[in-house]
């Protein structure tokens, strides 16, 4: 539905009954309606899956169901194969966390420059920050 359809939609409403009308209006629109979202569905970004399954079933357009399912887990398994090759490369070679993670892990540490964990245990999950030193301060 576009903005102009739901204004449309919306005054037949306010002309009908102005009270349903004003209890419509205390709802805010990109809550109930997609054409005041800004292009998300209901606040929710398309999902890296949704992106996933739709370049799997790319040229499966107008097949029979048994030549989707055939195409769909060739593809899949051939993408899970893949990953797991490359899982298996990282860890042979000392990486604890996939390059994203890692590259993630490494710029937060970066911009914490004033606190630091020192201790962690992971069955309690207690840790203990120590608050470092700013040479500004001294």
């Given at each position: 539905?576009?903005?102009?359809?739901?204004?449309?939609?919306?005054?037949?409403?306010?002309?009908?009954?102005?009270?349903?009308?004003?209890?419509?209006?205390?709802?805010?629109?990109?809550?109930?309606?997609?054409?005041?979202?800004?292009?998300?569905?209901?606040?929710?970004?398309?999902?890296n899956l949704a992106e996933?399954?739709?370049?799997?079933?790319?040229?499966?357009?107008?097949?029979?169901?048994?030549?989707?399912?055939?195409?769909?887990?060739?593809?899949?398994?051939?993408?899970?194969?893949?990953?797991?090759?490359?899982?298996?490369?990282?860890?042979?070679?000392?990486?604890?966390?996939?390059?994203?993670?890692?590259?993630?892990?490494?710029?937060?540490?970066?911009?914490?420059?004033?606190?630091?964990?020192?201790?962690?245990?992971?069955?309690?999950?207690?840790?203990?920050?120590?608050?470092?030193?700013?040479?500004?301060?001294?």
């Open positions: 539905m576009t903005e102009p359809q739901c204004n449309y939609y919306n005054n037949i409403i306010r002309e009908n009954n102005p009270k349903a009308a004003s209890w419509i209006d205390q709802i805010p629109r990109q809550q109930f309606t997609l054409a005041y979202d800004e292009g998300r569905r209901w606040a929710h970004l398309t999902t996933l399954i739709n370049s799997v079933l790319k040229k499966t357009r107008n097949l029979p169901i048994s030549s989707i399912v055939l195409a769909t887990y060739t593809r899949c398994n051939s993408f899970i194969i893949g990953r797991g090759k490359q899982i298996t490369a990282m860890i042979s070679v000392g990486h604890v966390y996939s390059e994203n993670a890692t590259k993630v892990l490494h710029d937060a540490n970066s911009k914490s420059n004033t606190h630091r964990v020192v201790e962690f245990d992971r069955n309690t999950t207690r840790f203990r920050v120590e608050e470092m030193v700013n040479p500004r301060e001294i």
